[in-house]
């Protein structure tokens, strides 16, 4: 069992930044990423950003150069630069692993709002 807790949404003004954390704990020695997915109201879940378990990062066309995806042991961090109001969301950490029957095993966090205001 894994267990995601993030913290760091809140309200912005355009333009401006946040840094949002999750962190997990539990059985995570066989992960193999995580990432950060968003859902708008009234639009379907999409991934924002992912890192693997050796480093390389994968981002949304839309938040390229904007966003910045991290990870120091068991805590991933995405920084949220030049923020604009579409990128208003509840952003939901996840973290991807190898379960003993080989399957794929996702976790999410509870996820926290990001409102950016024009």
């Known amino acids: 069992q894994v267990q995601l807790v993030e913290s760091g949404g809140g309200l912005v003004q355009t333009g401006g930044s946040l840094r949002l954390s999750c962190a997990a704990s539990g059985s995570m020695s066989s992960f193999t990423g995580m990432g950060w997915h968003r859902q708008a109201p009234g639009k379907q879940r999409e991934l924002v950003a992912d890192i693997s378990r050796g480093g390389s990062t994968n981002y949304a066309g839309s938040v390229k150069g904007r966003f910045t995806i991290s990870r120091v042991q068991n805590t991933v961090y995405l920084q949220m630069n030049s923020l604009k109001p579409e990128d208003t969301a509840v952003y939901y950490c996840?973290?991807?692993?190898?379960?003993?029957?080989?399957?794929?095993?996702?976790?999410w966090g509870q996820g926290t709002q990001v409102t950016v205001s024009s």
């Open positions: 996840i973290l991807n692993q190898i379960g003993r029957l080989g399957g794929v095993e996702n976790y």
